[in-house]
């Protein structure tokens, strides 16, 4: 996926149409381009998903947290195995007691 970053134009226009009773037909509207320069080229039948700067932030800012959540799992997984390895230990200790 490439990001390309880009600005969006905000147009306003107007239609008139005149019809042939001389009633005058107005519609407006608004009209929004992006704007590409030629480095940032698409091709024909190419799919493009556009995403507002806010959104992209939250994105990131949600990405973040996960990131920070894995690590803190990790630490708390490397106490769990610590734990354990200790468990065993103490285990085998007793048991080599026991034999003896």
Do not use: P
Request: hydrophobic share 35%.
């Amino acid at each position: 996926m490439n990001l390309i970053q880009t600005k969006v134009k905000k147009y306003f226009g107007e239609r008139i149409i005149v019809d042939k009773k001389m009633k005058e037909h107005r519609w407006s509207y608004r009209k929004y381009n992006i704007i590409l320069d030629d480095n940032q080229q698409c091709t024909d039948e190419e799919s493009v998903k556009i995403i507002c700067n806010n959104d992209f932030e939250e994105i990131r800012h949600i990405i973040q947290g996960l990131k920070n959540d894995n690590n803190d799992l990790m630490v708390e997984l490397k106490g769990i195995k610590m734990e354990l390895t200790e468990q065993k230990e103490f285990f085998n200790y007793l048991t080599q007691l026991s034999l003896d």
